[in-house]
């Protein structure tokens, strides 16, 4: 008796404990990519349910409502954005390059194989909701905000390196190496042609920040 009790409680616990049917990083990822393409209020809790595999029931219980899911994909957005920029501008290289190779990696992002250009998801999605929508204004400031601070960053470090001259703003040159950033991505959503995207970067860099 003790035993069938004790093998009652193991199922018991391996049925609580069993693997989701979903997932959350695929499901995330379905889901930004179709705010990414409609949009947030074009985007419909039908269309995320199919996008994801997910009833609406689950998508509820997994990820809140829909507001809650679009920050979470936002977030995640942001998250991976940064961590690309980091990466990027940690090479030993020339300031003018380092900025070519972010905005080489934003162009790629911006342009996908096969698909019709898209821009920033943040910048697409997240600036026409955020005057009625605070926690979206805020998350998109937040993620605008930290872009700027990794370019401010690696810019003090060319005025360090003496590459830059010591009069130079840091602050100032970041946010006009954002402001190009975001130019990029505006065009791109509308469709320009990636390769006079790339030569307005380069003559972006060549005639504002490049020393």
């Given at each position: ?10 199922t ?53 409502n ?18 690309a ?58 993620g ?19 590459e ?8 100032t ?5 954002s ?33």
């Open positions: 008796m003790v035993q069938k009790t004790a093998k009652a409680a193991a018991s616990k391996r049925a609580r404990g069993r693997p989701r049917a979903y997932d959350p990083h695929v499901a995330l990822r379905r889901a930004l990519e179709t705010f990414w393409t409609y949009g947030y209020s074009g985007t419909s809790l039908d269309d995320l349910s199919a996008a994801m595999g997910m009833n609406r029931p689950s998508v509820y219980a997994a990820f809140g829909k507001q809650a899911l679009y920050l979470e994909a936002l977030q995640s957005y942001w998250d991976d954005a940064l961590r920029m980091r990466e990027l501008l940690s090479h030993d290289e020339p300031l003018a390059d380092a900025l070519m190779r972010i905005y080489d990696s934003a162009l790629s992002l911006y342009f996908p194989p096969g698909g019709a250009p898209r821009g920033c998801f943040g910048i697409s999605t997240a600036a026409v909701e955020s005057l009625a929508e605070p926690r979206i204004r805020a998350s998109f400031e937040d605008l905000r930290r872009i700027d601070k990794e370019f401010e960053h690696r810019i003090a470090l060319s005025v360090e390196r003496g830059l001259p010591a009069t130079a703003d840091p602050r040159l970041a946010e006009t190496a402001a190009i950033l975001h130019t990029l991505a505006l065009r791109a959503r509308y469709g320009a042609n990636r390769k006079e995207l790339r030569r307005l970067a380069e003559r972006a860099v060549t005639h504002t920040l490049k020393p």
